[in-house]
Nanobody, 128 residues
Framework: QVQLVESGGGLVQPGGSLRLSCAVS????????LGWFRQAPGKDRERVTCIRAFADTTFYVDSFKARFTISSDSAKNKVYLQMNRLGPDDTDVYLC?????????????????????WGEGTLVTVSS
């Protein structure tokens, strides 16, 4: 059974940072790409970034490239999202996802339509 459990969300002031974690079980890291998405109430899910863990290859949506960093720890079966210089527009539920081959972590193939497994998300609120 595949499980993804996000943690690390919370309230942060504008300009602050947060590090999200996603604990993954039931899959082998080398078999999949792992990604982060975010979603606000009533809005479509938005892709953020993905990683091919063993290849240490990443893809970022342009709007997040300068502020967010994805990383993984295969020994711990965890994926992380370091978020810096957060602003109110970053207030969302952040979701971890997997289920696509490693080669799908590219702009033309990385999207929520392709992912098979999802966590429940962790809420990030950026407010003063």
């Amino acid at each position: 059974q595949v499980q993804l459990v996000e943690s690390g969300g919370g309230l942060v002031q504008p300009g602050g940072s947060l590090r999200l974690s996603c604990a993954v079980s039931g899959v082998t890291f080398e078999d999949y790409a792992l990604g982060w998405f975010r979603q606000a109430p009533g809005k479509d899910r938005e892709r953020v970034t993905c990683i091919r863990a063993f290849a240490d290859t990443t893809f970022y949506v342009d709007s997040f490239k300068a502020r967010f960093t994805i990383s993984s720890d295969s020994a711990k079966n965890k994926v992380y999202l370091q978020m810096n210089r957060l602003g109110p527009d970053d207030t969302d539920v952040y979701l971890c996802s997997t289920g696509v081959p490693p080669g799908a972590c590219v702009d033309t193939m990385f999207g929520d339509y392709a992912m098979s497994y999802w966590g429940e998300g962790t809420l990030v609120t950026v407010s003063s």
